[in-house]
């Protein structure tokens, strides 16, 4: 039951939550405006929030010459990637983990706790040198391959198989069906929320991820959109201005946030799912 | 469906169990397991980037050298109240944990890590240089500060801050979903969409928050050069971005709070304030500490923020450790040191998944 | 799907054919995508460089240039990254100051004996140029440019102040208390900040130290290796900027954005900064929307004793690997560098200071805006001693420095720590 309460703290959470948007807003309305004006001042219409003067300029000039297409690109095809790699690798060892007896066992999930405290950041270093002895710098496996190797997704699959109750795979044994096909059959059907949690998760952190990238990708074509706007935005001076920069940054992230649009029911209730089953 | 009741010759559990983990097990072994070990074998050599790309013979080994170099010095000296505020704290927190222990208000575990902290905290403030000595290297333990001030700041003000949202958010309703995605909308931001757009935010002659300022009358704030202002910078800025994992994580653990118990408080009289106070925070606890865990060790990790909006000034104040650790191997080309640093980094936040652990373990 | 992706992309850049041979260059002064190949109309640093890449890669018959612009603050992060990973660009720009690093490893082609035969001819080069370029009797590579710290003037800030003398020239000062008094005048007459500079993010206020420091016949470490930053002299010349500070006549708190905004917006009279903004300025000025409409560039003053400013020069280099295995792309490379030699002119119109005699005497290079008005620089350039931790000691120098106006540290811990810090770097 909706009180009067209720539409008082809808109305009161309504500004700080305008608040929150205001940054962006800021972001989408300074691309829209003509960069000889923001050189001179970037609070042309009620602060620089509403785009007067308008102008399409700085996107037509991002798509006649700008490389943020194909940075956009780079980082769709790193990130799928990522994602079907993690959810691949994890599916399975998860699963293997979670049901499956085998000898070695207690070690094998041990050695992927301790991989669990092991932070990026540790090991980018001698990544760095082993991709450079390798000569796989600037490919897309080489921004792909160190975070399959994160056993965090191992975990959460491990937790949402070990959820589901022994007697459906009781049945399946029963009736004489092998492992590989229960787990393809019958588990991964089931795994389906746990999976899309952890495929946002990655995505998201795919997309996000900056360090890895900068040592690895020196090449233009390989930079990833996060590297890319770093590289245009260090230094507005030199950079072609801000209403370029904001254009590119407004490009980078109309897509996550369309995509974060049309699954955020989703993701919420997976997340959920998966914490009350965690 | 029917392919799956074929009887073929099935692979036992345990072949089965060794072939999907297989998978894993090959890219954990040699893009995990493998680095990291090779960064401590790299953290024992003085080895030069590029000297070493052009001739693998230039490393030479120097044990632990490196380690020294980085966070030891020349006649350091141990004092009980050398950094008094700290220490002081340190000792009051020894005699805080042995008190709840005593008094049962914490188990073991709890009381012993916190000991543990408090300890840690007393003892390493306690080291400096003594007369005419010094840090072999000055900006190290400084940005070990500031990377523990950033996460001081900033956990703290990610959790209260999506607790109180995810509390008044916890409703199904069509509003309400509409305000979550406003919250959780930044989230999804990657975080050098999220410097560009602080960074301008901040500036004192083309920011929003200067140009608001000056509406008022008021002389703008120079943020990001400002040292009283440049760590406060980066923290808002980290919070505005990561408050929506937080937040749904909180919502994640409300949706599990019965709402029988609220029915059976509302009897008693305890609603709103209350009611959170008394029922929400108490059945939250794993969650909080989850989410604070996780804060932690993720805002321990921090790099893009500190590097693309201040370059980790005005004089060092917003250096952090992955930054140090980047600018050593990449700039300096000094590969042995920066490994170093990166084991260091690697114990604490393995410390603090122990801690994580243990706690974890005490709820169940 | 990669091959389709790249393809689109440098669809603009690469239409001359299969058999092109394709280059990559590196470099950084920031990104114009839209420079087109027109070399003599360009505006400012990013788009006259573009401009020179995109022409050459379009006259230049069977080689394709693929340029990789980089951002200023990682570009020896990435460039070090690259070439610890064996796929450095085939051409790439360097500052004098890091060659003494790249060229110490062996990671430098030796350019020497392939430059006449690829027009390249070094006895164009003036002096100076060609011992920037030269390491150990070798040329390893082609310089562009010197480039050095200009003050730049807004006539009607010093007009209102009476800093104008009777041939239009700017009053500048000639001593550490003539520029307080001043800054003082300039403030009292019109309001304004006398000085704006970055002092907040990249080093030049370093620069501009140390300027003042060379100005008393100091500098910051002996060619021997031992630091010498707590000195007298390093305290005279941050007391000279820092009155500015405490009097409230310049604000240690604008970076590189701020400071060249404060200048154009007619908040200050005199923007330290390099040569690298002069056509940049020069056509703000022109725009009557912009506050600074008079515009002056004069050399660096002397507070002291002799005349002296920071300077540096842009070159380029071909990685060792290229000239070793890739003997095509390395005579290609060789082609380009070549082109960018012969467009100094077009360079020089930046602002900075050609490096070639015959461009130094030409006509055109007079008749470039400005020019006559800093003249002086080229006399006065100075830099530290060559060092493989350049980056480095700039750094501490620049963490130091921004303590003292930053965050008030006392000036002789600062440089007693700088001067540790240095002497570790040194030591190392």
Known sequence: MLTRGYYWLVTALAIPAFLWLVPTIWMVSLSFQPNEVLARTTSSTALGLVPVPFTF?????????????????????????????????????????????????????????IGLMVPEQAVFIPLYTMFADLGWHNSYHALILPRMAVPIGVFLMMQFFRAIPQDIEEAARLDGVGWLQIFRYVMLPLARPAMMTLAILTFLYAWNDYLWPLVSAQQREFFTITLGLASIQSNFAQSEGLGRVMASGVIASLPVVILFLIFQRYVVQAMTAGGSKG | ?????????????????????????????????????????????????????????????????????????????????????????????????????????????????????????????GFHPGEGGRWYDRRFWPTVGNTITFVGLTVPGVTISALVLAAALNRETRAMSVLRTLFFLSQVLSVTVVTLIWQIMFSPRQGLIANLTELFGGSPIVWLTDESFAMAAIVITTIWWSLGIAM????????????????????????????????????????????????????????????????????????????????????????????????????????????????GREDD | MKQIVIGAAMVAATVTGATAQEVTLGRFFGACEDAGTDTTTSVGEACIIQSIINAASEQIDGVTVNTLPTDWGNYYDQIKAAYAGGTPPDIHVLHRSALAEFAGLGA????TDDLEAAGIDPNDWADAARDAVTVDGRIMAVPMDFHANLWHVNMDLMEQAGLVDDNGE?????????????????????????????????????????????????????????????????????????????????????NYADSQQAFLNGEAAI??????????????????????????????????DEGATWADSHMWAIPASVQRD?????????????????????????????????????????????????AGTAEIARDTPPSERYGAIQDVLNREFQAIWLTDKPIGDALGDAELDVQDLLDR
């Open chain 2, 1 to 125: 469906m029917t392919s799956i009741n074929k009887r073929r010759n099935h692979l036992s559990e345990a072949q089965a169990a060794w072939v999907l983990l297989l998978p894993f097990l090959a890219v954990y072994g040699a893009f995990l397991v493998y680095p990291f070990f090779r960064g401590i074998w790299i953290s024992l050599h003085d080895w030069n980037l590029l000297a070493v790309a052009f001739n693998p013979d230039a490393r030479e080994f120097v044990g632990v050298r490196n380690y020294e170099r980085i966070m030891w010095g020349r006649n350091i000296e141990w004092a009980a109240l050398a950094h008094p505020t700290l220490q002081i704290l340190g000792i009051a927190g020894v005699g805080i944990s042995v008190f709840l222990r005593w008094t049962n208000r914490a188990s073991r575990a709890t009381a012993i890590a916190l000991g543990l902290a408090s300890v840690l905290l007393f003892v390493l403030p």
């Open chain 1, 57 to 113: 300029e700085n996107y037509t000039a991002l798509f006649s010459f700008g490389q943020t297409p194909l940075w956009f690109l780079n980082s769709v095809i790193v990130a799928l990637g990522m994602t079907l790699g993690v959810l691949a690798v994890s599916t399975t060892a998860g699963y293997a983990l979670a049901r499956l007896d085998f000898r070695f066992k207690t070690p094998v999930m041990i050695l992927c706790l």
């Open chain 2, 248 to 359: 749904i994580l909180f919502l994640a653990g409300l949706q599990d709070i019965s709402k029988d118990l609220y029915e059976a408080g509302a009897l008693d009289n305890a609603t709103g304030l209350r009611a959170f106070w008394h029922i929400t925070l108490p059945n939250l606890k794993r969650t909080v500490t989850v989410v604070v865990v996780l804060q932690i060790i993720l805002h321990f990790q921090v790099f893009g923020q500190s590097h693309l909006m201040t370059n980790g000034g005005p004089n060092d104040t917003t250096q952090v450790l992955v930054r140090y650790i980047y600018q050593t191997a990449f700039r300096d080309s000094e590969l042995g040191r920066a490994s170093a640093m990166a084991v260091f980094l690697f114990v604490i936040m393995g410390s603090f998944s122990i801690l994580q652990f243990i706690l």
């Open chain 3, 326 to 374: 890739d003997p095509e792309t390395y005579q290609a490379a060789l082609q380009v560098l070549a082109f960018i030699n012969d467009h100094n002119i077009d360079w020089a119109r930046t602002g900075h200071m050609s490096v070639r005699n015959s461009v130094l005497s030409s006509d055109a290079y007079a008749a470039l805006p400005h020019r006559s008005e800093y």
């Open chain 3, 108 to 111: 430098l082609a030796d350019l």
């Open chain 3, 271 to 304: 923007l330290v900064n390099g040569t690298w903004v002069v056509d940049l300025y020069d056509s703000e000025a022109a725009d009557p929307d912009v506050a600074l409409s008079n515009y002056y560039v004069a050399d660096f003053p002397t507070l002291f």
């Open chain 3, 170 to 254: 700017p009053i500048l000062p000639t001593s550490p208390e003539e520029l307080l008094q001043q800054a003082q005048m300039v403030h009292d007459a019109t309001g304004q900040d006398y000085l704006a500079a970055d002092f907040a993010q990249f080093p030049i206020g370093v620069r501009l130290v140390l300027s003042l420091m060379w100005q008393q016949g100091e500098n910051i470490f002996t060619e021997d290796g031992t630091a010498t930053i707590d000195t007298e002299a390093a305290r005279n010349a941050i007391t000279a900027i820092t009155q500015l500070f405490d009097a409230g006549l310049a604000n240690p708190q604008l």
